[in-house]
Each structure stands twice: as C-alpha cells, then as structure tokens.
C-alpha cells in the first residue's frame, strides 16, 4: 500500500486536484488507469462519476454526462480521446457547442503515445479551454511516473507530446 499511496499524493501534486472536482471514470477494472480514476480522486475526497459501458461506446453521451454531473477531470487514453474530438467535431454546432459548455476543466492522457494533434484539435477545432497533462507511466510500475503539462502546441513541429519529468 506504500507504493500506492506515494503514486496517489505524487500524482496529485502534480495535477491539482481541488475540493469541488468531480473526476470521470471510464476505465474497466482490469485496467490500471482505474487504480488512477479511483485512488486519486477518493484519497482527496471528490467525487467520482462512473460512466456506463454505453456512455463510453457513444462519446456524445459520454459528453452529455459530463455536462449533467458537473465533471472537472476526465482521464482518456489518446486514442479514446481522438473518438472523442472527431465524435464531437461531426456534431451539429449547436449540439457540440451545448456538449462543450461544461465545467470541464483538467484533460488526463496516458497510456500510449500522444500525437501532437491530438491535444492541437482539441484546443484550436473545439476551442476548449480545459488544462492538458500527458502523463506516461507502465503496467509494471505502480502507475504513472511522469507527467507534460501540455503548452499550446504547433502539431506539425512537433509530432508525439513529450512525455515530461518525474
């Protein structure tokens, strides 16, 4: 439990987390970002919004429960967070933008590598002003061992956000 409990208060020096956030979990049990998507928020204690497996299979629902449980912090992987951004840039504008006015305000991306348009579209295309940190971290390590806060990025310089310090 030593470990987890450094990773958990490392993490959330480095994150922010404050009293009122509500973080989203999405990620299954077998996963170890649900370690991240529970620990984090429950040691600090904010509320955690579960997703349903249909939520997360439709990211304009996820969306719209973002919206209705006031979620601060969502987690993604980059490459659900891509199904999300091209998910919601198909959109009508008026749905979109209705889905974009939330108190969203920490993305988390960890997991794989995160391509560079990735965070570009979300900031520049959707025109959200969430904070971004791309975090790297392995299975084989109690959880995540680096963190990049994420600065507004000319995707087509730099091509895979890097992966920042311990």
């Not at 170890?32 to 497996?53: D, F, K």
């Not at 919206?67 to 999300?84: A, E, H, L, M």
């Not at 084989?140 to 963190?147: K, L, M, Q």
Request: aromatic content about 8%; glycine content about 4%.
């Amino acid at each position: 439990h030593y470990s987890l409990s450094k990773y958990v208060h490392s993490l959330q020096n480095r994150v922010d987390i404050i009293s009122d956030d509500v973080y989203l979990h999405t990620a299954s049990i077998a996963f170890s970002s649900s370690v991240r998507q529970l620990m984090l928020p429950l040691s600090q204690g904010i509320t955690v919004a579960i997703a349903t497996s249909d939520q997360i299979a439709n990211p304009a629902s996820l969306f719209d429960f973002v919206k209705r449980k006031g979620v601060t912090i969502v987690d993604f992987v980059p490459s659900y967070w891509r199904n999300c951004i091209d998910t919601l840039l198909h959109l009508e504008p008026d749905v979109r933008a209705a889905l974009l006015q939330n108190r969203l305000r920490l993305i988390l991306s960890a997991s794989e590598p995160l391509p560079s348009d990735i965070p570009w579209d979300w900031t520049n295309r959707l025109k959200h002003n969430a904070r971004l940190i791309n975090m790297f971290g392995q299975t084989e390590t109690t959880g995540i061992v680096a963190t990049y806060p994420i600065p507004v990025l000319d995707h087509k310089e730099i091509r895979t956000v890097p992966l920042g310090r311990a």
